[in-house]
């Protein structure tokens, strides 16, 4: 490995990430609100925290390696997440303790969602704009971000790359330079958050919640400037432009670019994650609009409206709310909080273990029940008309495992600083999922629990970010060996 390469451009990162706290800036500044100062302190410790970091080494060039883009990776949303605190523990009125600056920072950064503030609807728009910024950021990976707009760092582009999307990806590459690529997924991602601000404003928000939710939204974060959420517009279109554009953000940015290239939606159809993930999803839709008809907790008009909305919200693990769907009969909730175990599909900026993961092991699984009726068989595992090796599969199922047993780790671990099981089982779920909202306690924010309940959940946040793997290999001895 190559610490002083690392720290070069995690130095230059930090720089990088400190201009983001301009726009909230002139906005407190014209405003003339009590948070000017909160940006200001924030802004210089974080560039010249980049700058001291970036000094001693700016001259180190050596070409990076997969290892060095995994401890990049890990080492920026790690020190992101502090250094995105800093506006909100340096903001007096906002009464956070030092972990619940670091929570919020780092819920918005991973676009979980989840928020440890009460009172949004009277904050000054320079944090709840700030807030959303986090969320957008985070959506598209401030390291993909880093590698368009940084070319500087050359080479060690694909190592950083691979590190911020790990996983089964049919589209690692969309064009021969990894740069391109980057700068690719970010038009588009950019693209559909302009798209979606307009609709909302012609649907009738105002302009500036219309910024502020196109943010949330195309990046799957669930942040809103509102205490109820997408509740408070009570505007049927905008439910509905919400959940076109929560569907459009959850597939493969790749599908989309390759698809306005080619100035087709076919690919769309021929693809067999997305199909996967629409067939996963209107199970979900049905189930939730019919047993809310059936129970009648809803009229049938708002079973419909709702029931989708929030299916969709939960499962693409956005976690935007128009009621508190936890009152709702026990069977929804919790079998949402399942579905969002889905989340969205690789390359997307949805959460949880993704469609392609899970569309593997159902085939797999399929396949197994196959072979014991025909032993003799050989029955290759395919997705489209491409035969997936053994050791994707073997990877897949190692994923599996390993998230499962950080789930049931971390859920014990809960439940031992004080939580009841619903809770610490829904916080872990929405945090690891990068989902938000939960049950129990967690159902409307995470601030009635303790303080060592929310440094974890800041640790199970990143780990789901990163996807587990890119951060838990960290703390292996082979990594660290020369």
């Not at 959303?132 to 590698?147: C, P, R, S």
């Not at 769309?268 to 997305?274: F, H, I």
């Not at 508190?324 to 390359?347: E, I, K």
């Not at 994707?392 to 009841?420: H, K, P, Q």
């Given at each position: 490995?190559?610490?002083?390469?690392?720290?070069?451009?995690?130095?230059?990162?930090?720089?990088?990430?400190?201009?983001?706290?301009?726009?909230?800036?002139?906005?407190?500044?014209?405003?003339?609100?009590?948070?000017?100062?909160?940006?200001?302190?924030?802004?210089?410790?974080?560039?010249?925290?980049?700058?001291?970091?970036?000094?001693?080494?700016?001259?180190?060039?050596?070409?990076?390696?997969?290892?060095?883009?995994?401890?990049?990776?890990?080492?920026?949303?790690?020190?992101?997440?502090?250094?995105?605190?800093?506006?909100?523990?340096?903001?007096?009125?906002?009464?956070?303790?030092?972990?619940?600056?670091?929570?919020?920072?780092?819920?918005?950064?991973?676009?979980?969602?989840?928020?440890?503030?009460?009172?949004?609807?009277?904050?000054?728009?320079?944090?709840?704009?700030?807030?959303?910024?986090?969320?957008?950021?985070?959506?598209?990976?401030?390291?993909?971000?880093?590698?368009?707009?940084?070319?500087?760092?050359?080479?060690?582009?694909?190592?950083?790359?691979?590190?911020?999307?790990?996983?089964?990806?049919?589209?690692?590459?969309?064009?021969?330079?990894?740069?391109?690529?980057?700068?690719?997924?970010?038009?588009?991602?950019?693209?559909?958050?302009?798209?979606?601000?307009?609709?909302?404003?012609?649907?009738?928000?105002?302009?500036?919640?219309?910024?502020?939710?196109?943010?949330s939204t195309v990046a799957i974060g669930g942040f809103s400037t509102h205490d109820a959420s997408m509740g408070y517009f009570n505007n049927d279109a905008i439910l509905l432009i919400c959940s076109v554009f929560m569907c459009f953000s959850a597939i493969n940015f790749g599908l989309h670019f390759v698809a306005w290239r080619r100035r087709s939606g076919v690919v769309y159809s021929k693809d067999a994650e997305t199909k996967f993930f629409f067939t996963v999803l209107l199970i979900?839709?049905?189930?939730?609009?019919?047993?809310?008809?059936?129970?009648?907790?809803?009229?049938?008009?708002?079973?419909?409206?709702?029931?989708?909305?929030?299916?969709?919200?939960?499962?693409?693990?956005?976690?935007?709310?128009?009621?508190?769907?936890?009152?709702?009969?026990?069977?929804?909730?919790?079998?949402?909080?399942?579905?969002?175990?889905?989340?969205?599909?690789?390359?997307?900026?949805?959460?949880?273990?993704?469609?392609?993961?899970?569309?593997?092991?159902?085939?797999?699984?399929?396949?197994?029940?196959?072979?014991?009726?025909?032993?003799?068989?050989?029955?290759?595992?395919?997705?489209g008309r491409r035969r997936v090796e053994a050791a994707v599969v073997s990877a897949v199922w190692s994923f599996f495992a390993v998230y499962m047993t950080a789930f049931i780790i971390i859920l014990l671990l809960l439940m031992a600083t004080g939580l009841d099981f619903t809770t610490a089982f829904s916080a872990v779920a929405a945090s690891l999922n990068n989902l938000g909202p939960g049950l129990g306690e967690v159902a409307a924010n995470y601030s009635s629990i303790n303080e060592?309940?929310?440094?974890?959940?800041?640790?199970?946040?990143?780990?789901?970010?990163?996807?587990?793997?890119?951060?838990?290999?960290?703390?292996?001895?082979?990594?660290?060996?020369?």
């Amino acid at each position: 490995m190559h610490i002083s390469v690392s720290f070069r451009i995690l130095g230059m990162l930090l720089m990088l990430f400190s201009s983001t706290m301009l726009a909230p800036l002139v906005m407190a500044l014209l405003a003339e609100d009590h948070t000017v100062m909160g940006f200001l302190s924030a802004l210089g410790i974080t560039f010249f925290s980049g700058l001291i970091l970036w000094l001693p080494v700016r001259n180190a060039r050596h070409d990076l390696r997969i290892r060095d883009g995994f401890l990049i990776t890990s080492l920026f949303w790690t020190v992101l997440g502090l250094f995105g605190a800093l506006p909100f523990a340096l903001t007096d009125t906002l009464d956070l303790t030092p972990t619940e600056a670091v929570f919020e920072s780092i819920s918005g950064l991973t676009t979980t969602g989840a928020t440890v503030i009460v009172g949004l609807d009277d904050l000054p728009q320079s944090i709840l704009i700030y807030r959303q910024m986090l969320q957008w950021m985070g959506g598209i990976g401030i390291i993909v971000v880093a590698v368009a707009v940084l070319p500087m760092l050359g080479i060690g582009g694909m190592q950083l790359y691979k590190a911020e999307t790990p996983g089964p990806s049919k589209d690692s590459k969309l064009t021969p330079r990894i740069t391109e690529t980057a700068k690719a997924l970010f038009s588009v991602y950019l693209a559909l958050t302009v798209a979606c601000g307009i609709a909302y404003y012609a649907a009738g928000m105002s302009g500036f919640d219309a910024i502020a939710h196109a943010f949330s939204t195309v990046a799957i974060g669930g942040f809103s400037t509102h205490d109820a959420s997408m509740g408070y517009f009570n505007n049927d279109a905008i439910l509905l432009i919400c959940s076109v554009f929560m569907c459009f953000s959850a597939i493969n940015f790749g599908l989309h670019f390759v698809a306005w290239r080619r100035r087709s939606g076919v690919v769309y159809s021929k693809d067999a994650e997305t199909k996967f993930f629409f067939t996963v999803l209107l199970i979900c839709i049905v189930i939730t609009c019919a047993y809310l008809m059936i129970t009648q907790t809803l009229n049938p008009r708002e079973s419909i409206i709702h029931g989708l909305f929030q299916a969709i919200s939960i499962t693409t693990t956005t976690g935007f709310a128009t009621q508190n769907f936890a009152l709702w009969p026990s069977f929804l909730p919790v079998m949402m909080l399942f579905f969002s175990f889905m989340g969205g599909c690789v390359g997307s900026t949805g959460g949880g273990i993704k469609a392609m993961r899970l569309m593997l092991i159902y085939k797999q699984g399929i396949r197994e029940l196959k072979q014991l009726v025909h032993p003799n068989a050989v029955i290759p595992l395919k997705v489209g008309r491409r035969r997936v090796e053994a050791a994707v599969v073997s990877a897949v199922w190692s994923f599996f495992a390993v998230y499962m047993t950080a789930f049931i780790i971390i859920l014990l671990l809960l439940m031992a600083t004080g939580l009841d099981f619903t809770t610490a089982f829904s916080a872990v779920a929405a945090s690891l999922n990068n989902l938000g909202p939960g049950l129990g306690e967690v159902a409307a924010n995470y601030s009635s629990i303790n303080e060592v309940a929310k440094g974890l959940l800041c640790f199970t946040m990143l780990l789901g970010r990163l996807e587990v793997f890119t951060l838990l290999v960290l703390f292996t001895p082979m990594f660290w060996r020369i």
